[in-house]
């Protein structure tokens, strides 16, 4: 379906340049067109690099809770042990 669509946009583009009556202006528009295209790009390399950054922050977190959550055990497993002490 979204190839059928991509098929048809550029269809519909295609007829609308060859509508152009000078190659200046079809010039322009190709010209226009490409700029935007750089920038899209730019911007999908940008947010790909931060999704990577948060990727790696997250992973951190998840093994800092992992790492805190260990320590908790232990720590109330020692709580547990002074308990036990005192009721010998």
């Known amino acids: 379906m979204k190839n059928k669509m ?3 946009a ?7 340049l060859a509508g ?4 200046e202006m079809l010039e322009k ?3 226009d067109l490409n700029m ?9 390399d940008s947010l790909s690099s931060e999704v990577a950054d948060l990727k790696v922050q ?3 977190a998840t093994a800092d809770a992992m790492a805190a959550k260990e320590m908790a055990a232990e720590a109330n497993e020692r709580v547990d042990n002074v308990v036990e002490s005192y009721k010998k």
């Open 10 to 16: 550029g269809m519909v583009f295609a007829l609308g």
């Open 36 to 44: 935007k295209v750089d920038n899209l790009s730019a911007q999908v």
């Open 58 to 60: 997250q992973q951190q």
């Open 29 to 31: 528009n190709v010209a």
């Open 6 to 8: 991509m098929t048809l």
């Open 20 to 23: 152009c009556s000078s190659n």
